[in-house]
């Protein structure tokens, strides 16, 4: 789960570590007020979006030559302007991709005299199984560039999450971000407070982009970015009030209800499998046979007629779907528990899509009779080959 730059601040600020003062704004008399509860005279209007790269992005509505989702405004008159321009509009960014996002809240927050900027960032590092603290002396709107063009900029330190944060991790950060003085002290106590801040919320991701050294010689976070392990969502329930279902794709929030992990992709076979390995396999099947695959789509290993239902549904609001292809493989799961739910789903939406699907494990000929007595158009398959040829094979020919 992701949150807006100024939920992540809050985060941050309630455990000591520095962030700009700032007020979030729903619409222009919201931002004034927020300007007039800060110090000024530079105020900064920040669209929330769930995308980096918002400074360097351009408003759809507003032409080529508007200002980005970043602004500066040295008055309050122009900060309601700002948001005017901004709250209802489509930003679009290097992460957004062409179709943006629209605009719903900003943060207007004080302006900072900065003198240096940096990049800091807290990863969970599959590969070693540790926390990654990548810093580098590069930060802002370029850290992508920085990463591509010199690699050698960029420091990574590992933290063993059983041995926890020591000492000479605050020191090997603060030498990576060529700090000395009192901002090297900074550096040192802001790098235990940020992976206390990792470890304890439960992140997946904790992007500082920029840390700024300003004139009178604080770091201070002057942008976050955060997204929590769902995994572990169980442990907070107060972040659910922090969840904007907007910035959401809409299938993927209603996957959500029914417990199913659904994540949208970008081809015309959608599929459901029960498991996340089987798939994966699936959507490399389908790659291997020149297609490309609409979702990921994993019911689990125990789910019920209504859940299977839902998961067709689902599938089958994504208007690029062309063909569906169901791979099952029964061993928790019922092949007839699932083939029920294809045909009630079927029937339910009118299907008129082709539809492949694939059944081996428990109950299987009862689940197989079960889509044969139907009278829909299924195309059985006998392996996970047969059915990624078939439904490629059948989604050419109704094209």
């Known amino acids: 789960m992701n949150v807006h730059e100024y939920q992540a601040k809050e985060l941050l600020a309630k455990r000591g570590i520095a962030v700009p003062a700032g007020y979030p704004a729903m619409n222009p008399d919201e931002a004034v007020a927020a300007a007039k ?75 900072v005299d900065i003198a240096k900027e940096y990049y800091l960032a807290l990863l969970v590092d599959r590969g070693s199984g540790r926390v990654a603290m990548v810093a580098s002396t590069e930060g802002g709107m370029d850290i992508e560039t920085v990463a591509h063009d010199t690699p050698e900029r960029i420091t990574t330190i590992l933290i063993d999450p059983a041995q926890g944060f020591m000492p000479h991790h605050g020191r090997a950060l603060a030498f990576a971000l060529k700090l000395d003085g009192e901002l090297n002290n900074q550096a040192q106590n802001l790098a235990k407070q940020l992976y206390d801040a990792f470890i304890d919320l439960d992140c997946a991701m904790l992007e500082i982009n920029p840390l700024v050294a300003t004139d009178d010689g604080r770091l201070v976070v002057l942008d976050a970015k955060m997204s929590f392990d769902a995994n572990a969502a169980f442990r907070h329930p107060d972040f659910e009030a922090l969840r904007d279902v907007t910035e959401e794709d809409p299938m993927e929030v209603e996957a959500s209800r029914h417990d199913l992990a659904y994540v949208k992709l970008d081809g015309n076979i959608g599929c459901m499998v029960n498991g996340a390995g089987l798939a994966m396999a699936t ?117």
Request: proline letters at 3%.
């Open 37 to 111: 509860k800060l110090a000024g005279p530079l105020w900064v209007v920040k669209a929330q979006i769930h995308a980096g790269g918002r400074g360097k992005g351009r408003f759809r509505e507003l032409g080529a030559d508007a200002k980005g989702g970043v602004r500066l405004a040295k008055s309050v008159e122009e900060v309601r302007a700002n948001a005017g321009e901004m709250l209802g509009n489509t930003l679009v960014t290097v992460q957004t991709g062409p179709a943006g996002k629209q605009v719903n809240r900003l943060y207007v927050t004080d302006g």
């Open 283 to 399: 959507m490399d099947i389908i790659k291997l046979n020149g297609a490309e695959p609409a979702n990921f789509l994993d019911v689990g290993g125990g789910a019920s007629k209504e859940k299977v239902t839902a998961a067709f549904k689902i599938i089958l609001s994504d208007p690029s779907v062309k063909g569906i292809l169901v791979n099952i493989f029964g061993g928790i799961m019922r092949c007839d528990i699932i083939a029920d739910g294809i045909v009630a789903a079927a029937k339910e939406v009118d299907l008129q899509v082709p539809l492949v699907v694939r059944l081996e494990g428990t109950n299987v000929e009862e689940g197989k009779k079960i889509l044969a007595d139907s009278g829909l158009a299924i195309v059985p398959a006998n392996d996970l080959g047969d059915a990624a040829k078939k439904i490629v094979a059948a989604v050419k020919d109704a094209a």
